[in-house]
């Protein structure tokens, strides 16, 4: 592929910041300037979450998902089947309809979140893109925690995937912990080891809480990854997402370097980011200033409570905390036999 998948998470990752929650209308309303935008995939909610949430992403399937040239719309759900249901419900109504199922695969999320072992994770997995794929062609498959799983593992999870039938692999740095060569060696390591990872798409979802989300997305894209998951304003849990506008102003600035585009209309980014800083009442300005006061707390405790700007907003604490101990994800540990 000679290009690069971009993947707008901007109604469903970018709504989890604090002040950003978007009711039906504005969603319809940003996910048409999105359309706009021409961004290849929208991901428009997380349909178990609510009803809400769910009849959000079906009004953008139904209007925007049945344009002409309307981007594929998608919705997240876990491994379980009938959040898969619940997620099919919403989006069939697109002409690309979308499923992204995810998992975590992190010794510490098994453990303590899903109470489950290595092999239950892995058939979960694989039974639920099987039945996603009983609905669609297009599924996505993440295995969350990615920088924190074993990855011989998380390989293994990625290879039973492929093998029932996703489509797309998307890599996630869940807690923002990557820095861009070390991610960058992770994605390199993933092309070489994931049988039938030649055959799909593979993709990445990076976090900035140590401000690197852009450039370990791009390092990514160096290093084979073929799509970006990103949102308008870098808005999203925590510190944010990688910034569509950067990753996209990047690739096209310096294609003699990439060798590679989007097809997103650039004149259209500015009429993007103004319209979600209109909807949600917060400007890039205000949002930068809380990724800077976040950034400020985790040098010592690094999932506190946080105080962002913008009204004073708290963000609750994660559920699965980083450890400041003696682990390291395999992003950060060199393969064996290399000193």
């Known amino acids: 592929m000679d290009r690069v998948i971009i993947f707008d998470t901007t109604l469903r990752d970018g709504e989890q910041s604090p002040g950003f929650s978007m009711n039906t209308m504005e969603k319809l309303e940003m996910a048409r300037q999105l359309a706009r935008l021409n961004v290849d995939v929208i991901e428009a909610g997380f349909p178990i979450s609510s009803e809400e949430d769910f009849e959000a992403t079906r009004e953008v399937a139904r209007q925007v998902g049945t344009l002409d040239g309307a981007p594929s719309i998608c919705g997240l759900s876990r491994v379980g089947l009938g959040d898969i249901d619940r997620c099919w419900e919403a989006v069939k109504y697109a002409k690309k309809p979308r499923i992204h199922t995810f998992v975590a695969t992190s010794d510490i999320h098994l453990k303590y979140k899903l109470r489950k072992s290595r092999a239950e994770v892995l058939k979960a997995a694989v ?20 920088s924190r799983s074993d990855f011989d593992y998380m390989c293994d999870v990625l290879s039973a995937v492929i093998d029932a039938g996703a489509r797309t692999i998307n890599i996630p740095d869940t807690v923002g912990y990557a820095v861009p060569r070390e991610w960058g060696e992770g994605i390199a390591r993933i092309r070489e080891r994931v049988q039938g ?21 791009l390092t990514a894209v160096m290093n084979g990854a073929r799509q970006v998951e990103c949102t308008i304003n870098g808005i999203g849990e925590r510190a944010g997402n990688a910034s569509l506008e950067e990753v996209v102003m990047a690739l096209r600035t310096r294609k003699d370097f990439f060798g590679l585009d989007s097809r997103v209309r650039t004149e259209e980014i500015f009429k993007s980011s103004r319209l979600l800083s209109h909807i949600t009442g917060m400007d890039p300005k205000t949002i930068q200033r809380g990724r800077q006061e976040l950034a400020s707390g985790l040098v010592d405790r690094p999932h506190e409570q946080v105080r962002m700007s913008g009204g004073g907003r708290q963000r609750a604490e994660k559920k699965m905390h980083h450890e400041k101990a003696r682990w390291k994800p395999w992003c950060c540990r060199k393969p064996r036999g290399i000193r």
Do not use: T
């Open 127 to 146: 039974e639920a893109v099987r039945h996603a794929r009983g609905y669609c062609e297009d599924v996505e498959f993440s295995p969350e925690d990615a």
């Open 197 to 217: 990872i030649e055959g799909v798409v593979l993709s990445v979802h990076c976090h900035n809480d140590l401000g690197q989300a852009v450039a370990n997305s």
